[in-house]
């Protein structure tokens, strides 16, 4: 560990590295920006409505809890299921764990009205019944077990310990992430999402959102140069990746079938309305599934460099699943009759984030950059002799 | 204790709105798109001009069903959302944390957010306003001109509202989602 000033504020000032430095502060004042204008002028600063009550705010929490979730599951095929390529990472992929849901975190405490309500009344009056309650709760545990397993990965090492707290950690996060997708999936009002889709479509969405951050952050460090033991972990992640994106069309591909076949009201139109925007087929399917597919299946799983600029790639396809997984949601009208003379009837509703919810949500990245950078300046997050 | 529901005779609507407006002085609501607690749906006119069909042109006077098996209520993470001891569905503005999920969940439109509590509000069959005072109707119901609306008890087998359903076919909205609604539209 090592906490002082001066090791916090130098950096090797390379081009790389002061652009990703000064995104990052440019983010973190965004973020600052949007709470400021949040704290002054509530709800009334985003554009989500009574129709259309969730947006990027919760897309955005969504998009960082499942980054945690995926690196905790990444980091422990190394330390919980014990092989070894994978357990040189093990650290990284915890502190990036704990850093991505803390930026979870902050966004989603601007877009609940009462955090603080929440807190207090999560214990005296739960709502069992309630998948947000399941997944707050276990998100809590599961940050209480992932931080005391990097400590004892990192500052007290004891290896008993830190795999006991692991294997805590992996079945909280997924017990917290599928109740994730339940938040969405026990909707009975929206026959797109309701269903056992979502909650297992997170798990694994999780799983490739870890692949492709641990190339990112990887590619980072090591200038996308990697020393021959992480080379043979990532054709390991690269073959795991391409797996888990195989499955992934196939869920989707299938779900989107289902949904359209027969076309029942309401769902079939709301699928098709989902899978005919360029959010879906440039955003979702292009950059999140095939590009980085592709670059696997005909390199044979041997393309390691170019999979850091598809994981890039792959990240932004993560943001617009969980974009649409919000809009997608609740794009088809709960009354579709007009209330007024004068009015056109309902049609699928419009939706599109406001600056300040822009500022919030992106501006959690900033968060995450600022937290990614203390956590590799302040620990030890490279592999110990034994590993 | 009762069991509280809202017949609807929907055909006698003139889309006056009377009963939105005096719901909004009953209970405080605030101006604003979003900010109501009931409201007169219209269904778009059927057949093109010169052939509508004139009877196609129905209202349907709407708000919250008060369902007995509220998803709004099972989704509330702090049972901020409860069942009164007349089995009315009420928001507990202490215990709401505005994550607007029961807004979501509700296959009505029937919830908004309240600015003056930055709490989810919704009709409460005017419980803390005027049943509250004894009174045995709704506001809607009072000010309606043509009688559309019918409130009391479901348990109780003399009231006006047991009596009309006994005696009238009624439909349910989206009651294939088991939500099981006390508002009925009479046929």
Same mark, same amino acid.
């Given at each position: 560990m090592n906490l002082s000033i001066k090791n916090l504020i130098t %950096?090797?000032?390379t081009p790389l590295n002061l652009l990703v430095a000064v995104t990052g502060a440019l983010l973190l004042a965004a973020f600052v920006a949007g709470a400021v204008v949040y704290f002054l002028h509530g709800h009334h600063? %985003?554009?989500?409505?009574?129709?259309?009550?969730?947006g990027l705010l919760i897309a955005m929490y969504v998009f960082f809890v499942v980054s945690s979730t995926g690196l905790c599951i990444i980091s422990s095929i190394g330390h919980?299921?014990?092989?070894k390529e994978f357990q040189q990472i093990g650290k990284r992929a915890i502190a990036g764990a704990i850093v991505t849901i803390i930026s979870g975190f902050a966004v989603i405490a601007l877009e609940i009205g009462h955090p603080i309500t929440m807190l207090i009344y999560n214990v005296l009056?739960?709502?069992?019944?309630s998948a947000i309650w399941w997944m707050g709760t276990l998100y809590g545990i599961y940050l209480c077990f992932i931080m005391l397993e990097f400590f004892f990965l990192t500052?007290?090492?004891?290896h008993k310990w830190s795999k006991i707290f692991g294997i805590g950690g992996l079945l909280s996060g997924l017990a917290a992430h599928s109740n994730l997708g339940a938040v969405f999936g %026990?909707?009975?009002?929206?026959p797109t999402a309701n269903g056992v889709f979502y909650p297992v479509y997170f798990i694994l969405s999780a799983m490739i959102t870890g692949c492709y951050l641990i190339y990112i952050i990887y590619g980072f460090k090591y200038r996308n140069n990697y020393p021959e033991p992480l080379r043979v972990m990532f054709v390991k992640l690269n073959k795991i990746l391409g797996m888990l994106l195989g499955i992934l069309i196939f869920f989707e591909a299938w779900k989107i079938l289902t949904a359209l076949y027969g076309t029942m009201p309401e769902r079939a139109e709301t699928i098709m309305y989902a899978v005919t925007s360029p959010n879906f087929?440039?955003?979702?399917?292009?950059?999140?599934?095939?590009i980085p597919f592709f670059i696997i299946l005909f390199s044979n799983g041997q393309a390691v460099k170019p999979m850091v600029y598809a994981s890039l790639t792959g990240m932004i396809g993560i943001f617009f699943m969980r974009y649409d997984l919000v809009h997608d949601t609740l794009? =088809?009208?709960?009354?579709?009759?007009?209330?007024?003379? =004068?009015q056109l009837p309902p049609t699928l509703l419009h939706y599109f984030p406001s600056p300040t919810e822009m500022a919030i949500g992106f501006g959690g990245i900033g968060i995450t950059i600022l937290g990614l950078y203390i956590m590799e300046k302040v620990f030890n997050l490279d592999p110990d002799s034994e590993d | 204790m009762a069991r509280y529901g809202m017949a609807l005779d929907?055909?006698?609507?003139?889309?006056?709105r009377a009963c939105e407006t005096a719901c909004k002085a009953e209970n405080g609501v605030l101006p604003g798109?979003?900010?109501?607690r009931i409201w007169v749906g219209q269904k778009e006119i059927e057949g093109e001009y010169p052939k #509508?069909? /004139?009877?196609? #042109?129905t209202y349907q006077p709407s708000q919250c069903?008060?369902?007995?098996?509220?998803p709004c209520q099972q989704v509330c993470p702090t049972n901020a959302t409860y069942y009164d001891e007349n089995r009315v569905v009420r928001v507990d503005p202490e215990k709401c /944390? #505005?994550?607007t999920y029961c807004i979501n969940a509700c296959?009505?439109?029937?919830r908004y957010v309240d600015d003056r509590t930055v709490t989810v509000d919704k009709c409460n069959?005017?419980?803390?306003t005027r049943l509250a005072n004894?009174?045995?109707?709704t506001a809607c119901q009072a000010t309606c001109p043509t009688k559309v609306r019918t409130f009391g008890d #479901?348990?109780?087998?003399?009231s006006d509202i047991s009596q009309l359903l006994e005696k009238r076919e009624y439909r349910q909205i989206k009651e294939h989602l088991g939500t099981k609604p006390k508002l009925f539209y009479l046929l």
């Open positions: %950096f090797r000032r600063a %985003f554009n989500v409505t009574r129709q259309h009550p969730w919980v299921f014990g092989v009056t739960p709502g069992l019944t500052i007290k090492i004891n %026990f909707l009975i009002s929206r087929i440039i955003g979702e399917l292009l950059l999140g599934m095939l794009v =088809y009208p709960m009354t579709m009759l007009k209330r007024s003379e =004068y | 929907y055909k006698s609507c003139i889309n006056c798109r979003d900010n109501y #509508l069909s /004139i009877s196609s #042109l069903q008060h369902c007995d098996n509220a /944390i #505005l994550c296959p009505y439109d029937a069959f005017c419980s803390d004894g009174e045995t109707t #479901l348990d109780d087998p003399n």
